[in-house]
């Protein structure tokens, strides 16, 4: 495995970016602990593996955009791909490193450390492009993914998003019970800022509408499917009993996967075909 900086990143970045890259740094110590290891982390990307898995059947050359600490990049490369991991934090990259080679994996992981609307790929390299876990929502204007795909995306390929929605229900009742209105409606803004390890993030909440607009006729969305409406997400496990009903856990399915509504979860997958 390669870690490469592209070029003069450090000297590069600006202050909106060192606040995100010292963010996610200091959280690279307990993303996997919070995030990716508890049962309710692990089920949800396996949902997400389950999309992406059929996309990426044939695709030997993926790029993960905000790679953080390479879950899906070590999925994909125990699949066989080669995968381009590129993410803005150093701290992610090297737990990155450290997990793949504990697994033994061979050398066909490439870390790079890079602000994503920046990343310079090579020319026509991917048949497949995967931004996991709302990294794209730190980005405000999602219009650089044309340019990184016109030049670096084979034509016919699949780039699978997940994202944020702008509506969790389950998040905005739970809000509205703590008589906390600003918080149960700061997604319908558009945009926030979260503390992240004592860094400010700014979040964008981009609606699949907004997404289209963004990406332009190149793209056409496939399908999109919600992650949790009225079901809990890591972090709230201590909602599990609560929410556990047959009944609530078949409305979320159902909500989830009801075209108009899927978008409307606290993530949401969205596939989109590059047919330039
Ligand atoms: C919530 S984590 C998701 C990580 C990973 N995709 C996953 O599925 O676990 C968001 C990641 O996006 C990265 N990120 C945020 N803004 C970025 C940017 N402008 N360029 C590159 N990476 C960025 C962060 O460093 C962080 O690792």
Redesign the pocket.
Known sequence: MRIVRQFGYSLGVNPR?AS??E???R??SV?DER??RPILGETI?NEVWQIADVEFAGARNLL??????G??AIHYAQRGAHVTA????PG?LNRSKAKATALGLPANIDCVV????T?SAPAAGFDGL??????LN??HDLSFLRRLCETSLRPGSSLVL?TMGYFYPLETTLFLLKADPRRAFRRLRGSCEVTIEGSR?PVYYHSVAAMRRMLGPAFQLKQAVGLRAFLPVPGWEHLQRLTSSAVLRGLDRAWCRFSPTATLADHFVSVWRFKP
């Not at 590129?86 to 934090?89: T, Y």
């Not at 890079?114 to 609307?117: D, H, L, S, V, Y």
């Open positions: 970016q995100v890259q963010a996610f740094d959280h690279s993303y995030f990716s990307r993960d955009l905000g790679s953080g600490t879950e899906d590129v993410d803005l934090s992610m890079a602000e994503m609307t990343y995967i931004s996991n876990f709302g990294a730190c980005i997940i993030v």
